[in-house]
């Protein structure tokens, strides 16, 4: 099992642009989710979805869009990049009752 | 807002001494995890605690959970180098699995 899997690594973007984040998980997780990291931080929840076709707010969403149109995939958009988005993304996955298992991860820096 | 808090911030000691993190939190929670960063790395799932448990182990890791005091501390016997991380606790509450996370404690483990 390749576990959770993030595209890209890295990204460079200009404000303005947009961009998605791709996640992708192998072990039929119920759960996933959508999180960021700033520097010297912990995580911080930006969206979730507890099953294929449903999203949810977390603690910091805006700016940002999800999508889970197949039960192994979770998209992370953003519209309008700014400067204060910069930050590595974490995508999560989880069973209902289970361990959260993490991406590697995807630094992403917006000029 | 941050759910859970972890103390210390930083911790250093020396090769095969113990180190206790803490995790205090604000509302009722389902479970508590723990997990391990490495600089500049994903995180790896160590426990997860549920909320009816008091005491796991998992090898060199001891995890104890006080519901009534809404805290749970990470015990990592015979400490090495390769422990040198940062460690979060993250709880799900509210009859979710919405994982909030605290801000971490960096450990160093001085050879």
């Known amino acids: ?111 | 807002s941050q759910q859970g808090e972890e103390d210390p911030q930083a911790l250093s000691i020396q090769e095969g001494e113990n180190a206790t993190m803490n995790c205090s939190y604000k509302t009722s929670i389902n479970n508590l995890q723990w997990y391990r960063q490495n600089s500049g790395r994903g995180l790896v799932h160590l426990i997860l605690i549920r909320s009816n448990e008091r005491e796991k182990h998992s090898g060199r890791l001891r995890v104890t959970l006080d519901t009534s005091k809404k805290s749970s501390s990470l015990l990592i016997t015979a400490s090495r180098a390769a422990d040198t991380a940062s460690y979060f606790c993250a709880t799900a509450s509210g009859g979710t699995y919405k994982y909030i996370f605290g801000t971490g404690t960096r450990l160093k483990v001085l050879a």
């Open chain 1, 1 to 111: 099992n390749a576990g959770v899997t993030q595209t890209p690594k890295f990204r460079v973007l200009k404000t303005g642009q947009s961009m998605t984040l791709l996640c992708a998980q192998d072990m039929n997780h119920e759960y996933m989710y959508w999180y960021r990291q700033d520097p010297g931080m912990g995580l911080r929840l930006i969206h979730y979805s507890v099953g294929e076709g449903t999203t949810a707010k977390g603690e910091v969403p805006d700016g940002y869009n999800v999508s889970r149109l197949k039960k192994q995939n979770f998209l992370l958009g953003l519209e309008s990049a700014a400067p204060s988005q910069t930050s590595v993304y974490f995508c999560a996955s989880s069973p209902r009752t289970g361990l959260t298992f993490f991406g590697p991860g995807t630094r992403l820096t917006v000029l």
